[in-house]
């Protein structure tokens, strides 16, 4: 059986990793896989360095019709030329341009993970009208969705028509992960210092502006943001505007397991989550957790770790293959 996943870009966040990590198992039961992607990123090496093949795609992230024309043409070629015989799309984008490209080439099975559909964001009335009516064309399309929290999954049983196709499969962690000891970001700061660390692309939904003002207001708190993002000149000059160089630092792209160990506490604020890989690592790290209660973070905060192992994912979401 071949398997194509697809998604929109390769930088490292959260669908990109449940990308490779469903790549990688799958290719180890057998399947073969590729894989198709917009941008450049940490994804492609990660993928070339697992021999795991990768397919291009001369695409631009942007919520408009052209950008979804252009986006199903392209993958209309792809498909035609792999045959796919299950077409596994991430990402809004490639959601609904990768379902109506897979319904004109007559792909078998069409599967959609939903990493946190679009219209929550915080937008205006009109815009997500329109983005709900973009995501409900996308569950239309496609045979199931997988949905990473029940959050995700009550959304898009509320869809007319789409009840029936949605299944709720958490996002997974290797449980026995070995952590590095955080030294990276400890000695960052003043020996002694309790830090509060975040980890995330840095984006509005991920919200840690919120961080830095906070830290603007209390002079004994440290805080360690981990992640690249297009606000990162933004942060930047915050931080600069308030003065809090010594207290708040940005280290760029750093692994979750090698940063958690240099945190006394995980932040996260964000104001959009689906269900983060993040918060289920800090859990695994046994850091005291503070975090916004939206989307699937209650159900990863208050649920048995177990639920949350990387085998089980991988098990339920290869079964929806077959």
């Given amino acids: 059986m071949k398997i194509l996943y697809a998604i929109t870009k390769s930088n490292w966040g959260g669908a990109q990793r449940y990308v490779f990590d469903m790549a990688v198992a799958a290719k180890k039961a057998g399947f073969d896989v590729a894989v198709a992607y917009g941008g450049t990123g940490t994804l492609k090496d990660r993928l070339d360095a697992e021999h795991i093949r990768t397919i291009s795609l001369d695409i631009q992230n942007e919520a408009s019709l052209g950008a979804i024309l252009k986006t199903k043409n392209i993958l209309q ?10 077409v596994h799309l991430n990402s809004s984008l490639v959601g609904i341009s990768g379902a109506w490209a897979a319904r004109a080439t007559g792909i078998q099975k069409v599967i959609f993970t939903d990493h946190g559909w679009m219209f929550k964001e915080a937008r205006s009335f009109p815009i997500r009208v329109i983005t709900w009516i973009i995501s409900w064309a996308t569950a239309l399309l496609v045979d199931r969705v997988i949905a990473v929290s029940d959050d995700e999954l009550r959304l898009t049983q509320h869809m007319p028509f789409c ?16 952590f590095g000891s955080g030294e990276r970001i400890r000695s960052a700061f003043p020996a002694g210092a309790k830090i509060t660390g975040t980890v995330g692309e840095l984006n509005k939904n991920k919200n840690q502006i919120a961080l830095i003002e906070q830290a603007k207001n209390n002079p004994d708190m440290y805080v360690a943001i981990v992640g690249e993002g297009e606000l990162r000149l933004f942060l930047e000059n915050k931080i600069k505007e308030y003065k809090l160089e010594d207290q708040v630092k940005l280290f760029g792209f750093v ?12 932040a996260l604020p964000s104001i959009k989550e689906s269900l983060g890989y ?6 695994a790290a046994g850091l005291p957790i503070i975090a916004n209660r939206v989307g699937g973070v209650g159900e990863a905060l208050d649920l048995p ?13 290869i079964a929806l293959y077959r």
């Fill in 77 to 86: 070629t792809v498909f035609v030329q792999e045959h796919p015989d299950v």
């Fill in 163 to 178: 009840a029936k196709k949605a299944v709720r499969i958490y996002n997974g962690i290797d449980l026995n992960m070995p």
């Fill in 255 to 266: 692994p979750a397991a090698e940063a958690m160990k240099g945190f006394d506490v995980f």
């Fill in 278 to 283: 993040v918060i289920l690592e800090a859990r």
């Fill in 305 to 317: 770790l177990e639920e949350f192992s990387k085998e089980k994912m991988v098990e339920k979401t």
